[in-house]
C-alpha cells in the first residue's frame, strides 16, 4: 500500500491527533494493545496518541535491552508518569546479547535486533498481556529509506511484505507513518510533551548498537555509552539536528603516561539537517572539539583517540551501522 505522506505545511496538528485517536479506537476496539516507549520523539507521540485513544487498555512498556543511553529507563519512565502515563520496564539485555553476540555485518545486527524486538520481544508481551495490537512510531523517513535499501530501519516490517499478525502473532498500528520528523514535532507539542521531548535529537531504534562498529558486547557499549554522554553534555546548545559518538573497531597506538597504550577510537558526529535524508556536519568550534577530545580520553577508560567526522550525508549515512 502507497504511503501518502503529509507535509508540515498541510499539517493541522489538533486535526491531526483527534482523527488518530479515532483511528486508534476503532480498531482496537474493546481490546488490548501494547506499545514500546523508548523516549524518542516518534515512540513518544505514539504513546500519547495511544494513551488517549484506549486510557489503560494500552500497556506501554520501556525494553531494556542493554543498549539504551546513561540512565534513560529510569529518565523516561518518571517523565511519562509524571504526565499520567504508565510504563513498566521489561529488562530483556541477556536476549538482545544473546541475539547480537558474534555478529559484525550491520545488517545482520539490524536483522537481529528486529527479530529479538518484534519475535522475541513483543511476541511474549502480547501472548501474556492478551493484546492483539502492537502501536509503533514508524515515520515516512524510515518507510523511504528502507523501501530505497539504504538501511533497513529496524521497524519496518509491511513495506517489506511481512505480516506481523501471520509471523509475530499481533497487527502493527503506525500513527505517524505520514509525517516526518519536523512535523512528528509539530503534533507532539500540541499533545503537551515537554520541551525536552518534542525538541529531543533523533537517535535510532537499533540503539548504542547502530554505533558500534563490530562486535556488540555489553563492555563495548558502555564505551560507547559514556563517550555519547559526554557528546549529548557539550554538543547540546549547539542546535545541531543529531549528535552522537561512535565506537571504532579496530584499536590504535596511544601513550599514556609514558607507556604504550593501544586502544579505543571513538568518531563525533553533528549533523545539520532538517529531516535526516540530507546532512552536513556542523562547524563546530575548534575549541569544542578541543574539550570533547580532552573529555573522552580522560573520562572513558581505554580511549586514545577521538575524530570529528567531516563527511556528507550521501555518501555517509548519520549513523554508523
Ligand atoms: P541514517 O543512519 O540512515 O539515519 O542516515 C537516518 C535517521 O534515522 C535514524 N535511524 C533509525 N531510526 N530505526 C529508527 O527508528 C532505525 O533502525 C534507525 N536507523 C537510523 C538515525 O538516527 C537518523 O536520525
Same mark, same amino acid.
Given at each position: 500500500m502507497k504511503i501518502e505522506e503529509i507535509r508540515i505545511e498541510d499539517l493541522d496538528?489538533?486535526?491531526?491527533? #483527534?482523527?488518530?485517536?479515532? #483511528?486508534? @479506537?476503532?480498531?482496537?476496539?474493546?481490546?488490548?494493545? &501494547?506499545?514500546? !516507549? @523508548?523516549?524518542?520523539?516518534d515512540s513518544s507521540t505514539v504513546t500519547m496518541l495511544g494513551? +488517549?485513544?484506549?486510557? *489503560?487498555r494500552l500497556k506501554t512498556y520501556f525494553i531494556e535491552n542493554g543498549l539504551m543511553r546513561h540512565d534513560e529507563p529510569q529518565k523516561i519512565v518518571s517523565l511519562f508518569e509524571g504526565l499520567g502515563v504508565p510504563v513498566e520496564i521489561v529488562d530483556v539485555q541477556k536476549q538482545f546479547f544473546d541475539a547480537l553476540k558474534g555478529l559484525r555485518d550491520p545488517e545482520e545486527k539490524r536483522e537481529a535486533i528486529t527479530q529479538a524486538f518484534y519475535r522475541d520481544v513483543f511476541g511474549q508481551l502480547v501472548r501474556e498481556s492478551g493484546?492483539?495490537?502492537?502501536?509503533?512510531?514508524?515515520n515516512y523517513t524510515d518507510v523511504e529509506e528502507t523501501v530505497a535499501g539504504i538501511k533497513r530501519q529496524h521497524n519496518i516490517?509491511?513495506?517489506?511484505?511481512?505480516d506481523t499478525e501471520k509471523r509475530y502473532g499481533y497487527v502493527v498500528i503506525e500513527p505517524a507513518i505520514q509525517l516526518r520528523k519536523p512535523a512528528i514535532r509539530e503534533v507532539a507539542k500540541a499533545l503537551g510533551l515537554p #520541551?525536552?521531548?518534542?525538541? +529531543?535529537?533523533?537517535?535510532?531504534?537499533?540503539? !548504542?548498537?547502530a554505533r558500534i562498529i563490530g562486535e556488540v558486547i555489553p563492555e563495548r557499549v558502555e &564505551?560507547?555509552? +559514556?563517550?555519547?554522554k559526554i557528546v549529548e553534555e557539550e554538543l547540546c546548545d549547539t542546535g545541531a539536528f543529531q549528535y552522537l559518538a561512535i565506537l571504532h573497531d579496530d584499536r590504535v597506538t596511544g601513550v599514556r603516561k609514558g607507556k604504550r597504550d593501544y586502544g579505543?577510537?571513538? *568518531?563525533? +558526529?553533528?549533523?545539520?539537517?532538517?529531516?535526516? &535524508?540530507?546532512? @552536513?556536519p556542523t562547524r563546530l568550534p575548534y575549541d569544542v572539539l578541543d574539550r570533547l577530545a580532552e573529555r573522552i580520553t580522560t573520562e572513558v577508560p581505554g580511549?586514545?583517540?577521538?575524530?570529528?567526522? &567531516?563527511?556528507?550525508?550521501?555518501?555517509?549515512?548519520? #549513523?554508523?551501522?
Open positions: 496538528p489538533g486535526k491531526f491527533i #483527534e482523527q488518530k485517536v479515532q #483511528e486508534i @479506537s476503532s480498531v482496537v476496539g474493546s481490546g488490548l494493545a &501494547i506499545n514500546a !516507549l @523508548s523516549g524518542g520523539v494513551y +488517549r485513544a484506549l486510557g *489503560e493484546a492483539k495490537y502492537l502501536l509503533q512510531g514508524t516490517l509491511e513495506q517489506l511484505g511481512i #520541551e525536552g521531548i518534542y525538541h +529531543r535529537p533523533p537517535f535510532p531504534g537499533p540503539a !548504542l548498537a &564505551i560507547v555509552r +559514556r563517550a555519547t579505543f577510537q571513538i *568518531e563525533v +558526529r553533528c549533523w545539520e539537517s532538517k529531516d535526516a &535524508i540530507m546532512g @552536513s580511549v586514545v583517540s577521538v575524530t570529528y567526522n &567531516i563527511t556528507h550525508k550521501p555518501p555517509s549515512t548519520i #549513523e554508523a551501522i
